[in-house]
């Protein structure tokens, strides 16, 4: 997935350490996964809803000298920070960015480069998926000493994560709008069903045992021609919006009510789209 001799360095992520005493509980009362999985495993995935259900962030959230710490982009930390402390009240729960570590995506091939000789690094398999992708956080010293890697930056992520279908959802979702199913929140590991209520939990589980999604995210290939608009029509009727592209793969909302074949072209501005379920997904 990742080529070997390839590391992104994510310096648009940030980190919220989250400790106290009543840390688990607080932290289970308001994310859509269970905080429980640490206990077996080094990482999850999960996201904050509001009180109606409707998504507002997504981070993954690792344990670290037995407190927490929640990855997010960098652009919402402060947010994230003040929401947290928001609904904290009178719990103990110490909440603070901390800038300790740095973060990188990496391929199992290549986490030799960042254990060997350095306990300080943190290093777990993303959870969304069954692969070779690995997350490390490494203290803000840390230097890479193979001359035959190559560091890649944002710009080159954000490329390929389009190219390879793994959403974004701060450009993938509208926030404050979207559901957790229509962003097929489930597929990528991100909710349990089983751990009992948390903010939000009502809509998405309504949802799933209804049976009734309008629309999910479907990774897209683009024949791009001049331009793309925001909506997508298919024989004149709206039937979804694009979401983040690099003019030859994306991600799109397709509506799931009306009966298109993948095999079809749909129009978005003067080009042309085929839609299919991403890889990842759970189908």
């Given at each position: 997935?990742?080529?070997p001799?390839?590391i992104f360095?994510?310096?648009?992520?940030s980190?919220i350490?989250i400790?106290?005493?009543?840390?688990?509980?607080?932290?289970?009362?308001?994310?859509?996964?269970?905080?429980?999985?640490?206990?077996?495993?080094?990482?999850?995935?999960?996201a904050?809803?509001?009180?109606?259900?409707?998504?507002?962030?997504?981070f993954?959230?690792t344990?670290?000298?037995?407190?927490?710490?929640?990855?997010c982009?960098?652009f919402?930390?402060?947010?994230?920070?003040?929401?947290?402390?928001?609904?904290?009240l009178r719990?103990d729960?110490?909440i603070?960015?901390?800038?300790?570590?740095?973060?990188?995506?990496?391929?199992?091939?290549?986490?030799?480069?960042?254990?060997?000789?350095?306990?300080?690094?943190?290093?777990?398999?993303?959870?969304?998926?069954n692969?070779s992708?690995?997350?490390?956080?490494?203290?803000?010293?840390?230097?890479?000493k193979n001359?035959?890697?190559?560091l890649m930056?944002?710009?080159?992520?954000?490329?390929?994560?389009?190219?390879?279908?793994?959403?974004?959802?701060?450009?993938?979702s509208?926030?404050?709008?979207?559901?957790?199913?229509e962003?097929?929140?489930?597929?990528l590991?991100?909710?349990?069903?089983?751990?009992?209520?948390?903010l939000?939990?009502?809509?998405?589980?309504?949802?799933?045992?209804?049976?009734?999604v309008?629309?999910?995210?479907?990774?897209?290939?683009?024949?791009f021609?001049?331009r793309?608009?925001?909506?997508?029509?298919?024989n004149?009727?709206?039937?979804?919006?694009?979401?983040?592209?690099?003019?030859?793969?994306?991600?799109?909302?397709?509506?799931?009510m009306?009966d298109?074949k993948?095999?079809?072209?749909?129009?978005?501005?003067?080009?042309?789209?085929?839609?299919e379920e991403?890889?990842?997904?759970?189908k």
């Open positions: 997935m990742l080529e001799n390839k360095k994510l310096n648009k992520r980190l350490l400790e106290g005493n009543d840390k688990f509980d607080f932290i289970q009362g308001i994310i859509s996964n269970d905080i429980k999985f640490l206990e077996k495993k080094k990482s999850i995935y999960a904050m809803l509001s009180p109606q259900g409707r998504y507002l962030y997504d993954f959230i344990n670290h000298n037995n407190n927490f710490l929640l990855e982009p960098s919402q930390a402060t947010e994230i920070y003040k929401k947290l402390n928001l609904y904290k719990s729960v110490k603070k960015i901390i800038e300790t570590f740095d973060i990188f995506l990496v391929s199992k091939l290549n986490l030799d480069e960042f254990t060997i000789n350095n306990s300080e690094c943190l290093f777990f398999q993303d959870p969304r998926f692969n992708l690995m997350r490390v956080y490494a203290p803000k010293e840390f230097t890479i001359k035959k890697i190559s930056n944002e710009d080159q992520y954000n490329d390929f994560r389009i190219n390879m279908s793994i959403p974004d959802f701060t450009k993938d509208k926030k404050e709008k979207s559901l957790l199913l962003m097929r929140f489930d597929e590991n991100g909710i349990s069903w089983e751990k009992g209520c948390y939000g939990q009502e809509i998405t589980a309504r949802m799933k045992y209804r049976g009734k309008k629309k999910k995210i479907f990774s897209i290939s683009i024949d021609k001049s793309l608009d925001e909506k997508i029509f298919f004149e009727e709206e039937v979804g919006m694009i979401l983040s592209h690099n003019n030859v793969k994306g991600f799109a909302f397709i509506d799931m009306t298109i993948p095999s079809e072209y749909l129009i978005c501005g003067d080009s042309k789209i085929r839609y991403p890889w990842w997904s759970k």
